[in-house]
Structures are given as C-alpha cells and as structure tokens.
C-alpha cells in the first residue's frame, strides 16, 4: 500500500516562503511523477505543480510559475514543494499525489492522472 505524508504547512503572511515535504512509501518513487495540487475553501482541487519520474521535468499552474518550485529527492523518497511570494489566495490544503502511470514524462494535471494522494497540509497567508 502505498502512503504519502505531507509536512510543511502552516500560518505565514504574506510575501513569505514555506516548503513542503511529501515522503511516499509502499512502492518505488524514483519510477513514479509526483504532483502538488491544492484546495481552497469553496473551490475545487487544482493542480499546482508537477515533476516527472526523472526530475528533469516540471510543470506549473500559471498562477505559480515563478514563485513556487517542485524537485524531488529520490534517495529519501521525498518530493518538496518550495513556495515564495505567497500571496493570500495561496490559501488551502496542499496535496501531493503519485503518478498512476509510471516512467512519464509528461504534463500531468489532472486528478485523474494520480492514484495515491496524501493526506493534505493546510497553507494559511495572512495579509
């Protein structure tokens, strides 16, 4: 079974940074893409951030390119998420999810894409 734990969220105003952790078991990481994706209150899920299996690699939602960074540490099966000029409407749970198909290279931003998802970290920017 495969179990993905989210670390890293918290209270932060705004124009700070945070980074989150995902540390995935039950299977081999290193043959699998990663993605974080995001819920606010109200909303529904959308994706934010994806690496593929090789880290070579990544993907952003518009609304976070040039702010936020995905990278991957294959020797201790962890996937991050570094989040910079957080704005208020950076707002909501953070989810990191594995790749159903493995060895992809490709943009994966659909839910569907994934089939194990973490439990989720809430992000909270204050202005």
């Known amino acids: 079974q495969v179990q993905l734990v989210e670390s890293g969220g918290g209270l932060v105003q705004a124009g700070g940074f945070l980074r989150l952790s995902c540390v995935a078991s039950?299977?081999?990481?290193?043959?699998?893409?990663m993605g974080w994706f995001r819920q606010a209150p109200g909303k529904e899920r959308e994706f934010v951030a994806a690496?593929?299996?090789?880290?070579?690699?990544?993907y952003y939602a518009d609304s976070v390119k040039g702010r936020f960074t995905i990278s991957r540490d294959n020797a201790k099966n962890t996937v991050y998420l570094q989040m910079n000029s957080l704005k208020p409407e950076d707002t909501a749970v953070y989810y990191c999810?594995?790749?159903?198909?493995?060895?992809?290279?490709?943009?994966?931003?659909?839910?569907?894409?994934?089939?194990?998802w973490g439990q989720g970290t809430q992000v909270t920017v204050s202005s």
């Open positions: 039950g299977r081999t990481f290193s043959r699998y893409g």
């Open positions: 690496i593929s299996w090789s880290g070579i690699r990544t």
């Open positions: 999810a594995a790749d159903l198909v493995p060895y992809s290279d490709q943009r994966r931003a659909r839910e569907e894409e994934y089939d194990y």
